[in-house]
T-cell receptor, first 112, second 112 residues
Framework: EDQVTQSPEALRLQEGESSSLNCSYT??????LFWYRQDPGKGPEFLFT???AGEEKEKERLKATLTKKESFLHITAPKPEDSATYLC?????????????FGKGITLSVRP | NAGVTQTPKFRVLKTGQSMTLLCAQD?????MYWYRQDPGMGLRLIHY???????AKGEVPDGYNVSRLKKQNFLLGLESAAPSQTSVYFC???????????FGPGTRLTVL
């Protein structure tokens, strides 16, 4: 069974204080690992897809990295508007129609 | 483009009542999904569809039915609502199963 564990559950940062969010996973062959951002009362918004170990993707202050067992979402010099819940999901390479398995999310609060 | 829309945004039901949640997408996506999100749990897949006229069970399908009569619409039905179905429901869609999913804004359902 595919599993995704995100840590920590919640993270409080001061504006400008860089940090990393962790997503550990077990999957029977990884097709893709997805990162989403979710604001309160809204649906998840897609950020990145990573496909193979060593891959990195960046978007503004966010950088996602991938190893064979985990992914990190690095946040550099965060701003209050980066406050949100960040979701990680994996998709197994088990053929057509393989579904996403989501973690519980990490709630990030950035204080001004 | 409106993306993925959901109606209604909020609903309160009494135990035993029925209702239908509507999801619509204007991106010509083949795949559509219904998830529920509960506190302390990751997004869980209820049902999904790989194309017009097709539906399939996800991780937590009991108590729900779905229909996809038109490509752009995916309906989620609760025939006899139970308090355990109190949740936030999200619809999502993608072009192919391995692409990122686009989520709607959610429906907050309370069953008393």
């Amino acid at each position: 069974e595919d599993q995704v564990t995100q840590s920590p559950e919640a993270l409080r940062l001061q504006e400008g204080e860089s940090s990393s969010l962790n997503c550990s996973y077990t999957v029977s062959g990884l097709r893709g690992l997805f990162w989403y951002r979710q604001d309160p009362g809204k649906g998840p918004e897609f950020l990145f897809t990573l496909y193979s170990a060593g891959e990195e993707k960046e978007k503004e202050r966010l950088k996602a990295t991938l190893t064979k067992k985990e992914s990190f979402l690095h946040i550099t010099a965060p701003k209050p508007e980066d406050s949100a819940t960040y979701l990680c999901a994996v998709q197994a390479n088990t053929g057509a129609n393989s579904k996403l398995t989501f973690g519980k999310g990490i709630t990030l609060s950035v204080r001004p | 483009n409106a993306g993925v829309t959901q109606t209604p945004k909020f609903r309160v039901l009494k135990t035993g009542q029925s209702m239908t949640l509507l999801c619509a997408q204007d991106m010509n996506h083949e795949y559509m999904y219904w998830y529920r999100q509960d506190p302390g749990m990751g997004l869980r897949l209820i049902h999904y569809s790989v194309g017009e006229g097709t539906t399939a069970k996800g991780e937590v399908p009991d108590g729900y039915n779905v229909s996809r009569l038109k490509k752009q619409n995916f309906l989620l039905g609760l025939e006899s609502a139970a308090p355990s179905q109190t949740s936030v429901y999200f619809c999502a869609s993608n072009l192919a199963f391995y692409n990122e999913q686009f989520f709607g804004p959610g429906t907050r359902l309370t069953v008393l």
